[in-house]
């Protein structure tokens, strides 16, 4: 007996799965990509961390912007050593832990609420601390 999500052909491809609220995912991914591109421009708002949710939404919403996020030559590269291996490159930990610090140096300067400020450089400090300890990618290891 055959059910509507197997083949009567068992060599035959599974059909694709439509995925669920597909605009839910497509609103998400360009959301995010236009969060991080302010992000470049904003200190303090992260790039990396949209652009990586992005294309995971995309991967669920929307394959166009899926497939420019993982062939583009700034993002690409990132991304797909993200969604293979967890990794980071190690340019991108230094230059993840520069802002971080600028920032917190920032933080300490002109915040006047020490809660703030030492919740803030806290939060960085976990941060930094997780990224490090992901692998880098197979490339620079």
């Known amino acids: 007996m055959n059910t509507p999500d197997r083949p009567a052909d068992p060599d035959a ?3 694709a799965r439509r995925a669920r609220f597909k605009w839910a995912w497509w609103l998400l991914a360009y959301a995010s990509l236009g969060t991080g591109i302010v992000g470049i421009f904003v200190p303090g708002l992260p790039t990396t961390v949209f652009i990586l949710i992005s294309a995971w939404a995309a991967s669920r919403g929307s394959e166009r912007l899926h497939g420019w996020l993982l062939g583009h030559p700034r993002f690409g590269p ?13 340019h991108g930990k230094w230059m993840a832990t520069l802002t971080m610090a600028v920032c917190a140096a920032i933080m300490l300067w002109c915040v006047p609420v020490a809660w703030v400020k030492w919740f803030s450089i806290g939060s960085m400090t976990v941060v930094c601390v997780w990224l490090w300890l992901r692998p880098l990618p197979p490339a620079e290891a």
């Open 78 to 90: 990132a991304i797909r050593d993200w969604q293979a291996h967890g990794a980071v490159s190690r």
């Open 13 to 15: 491809p599974a059909p």
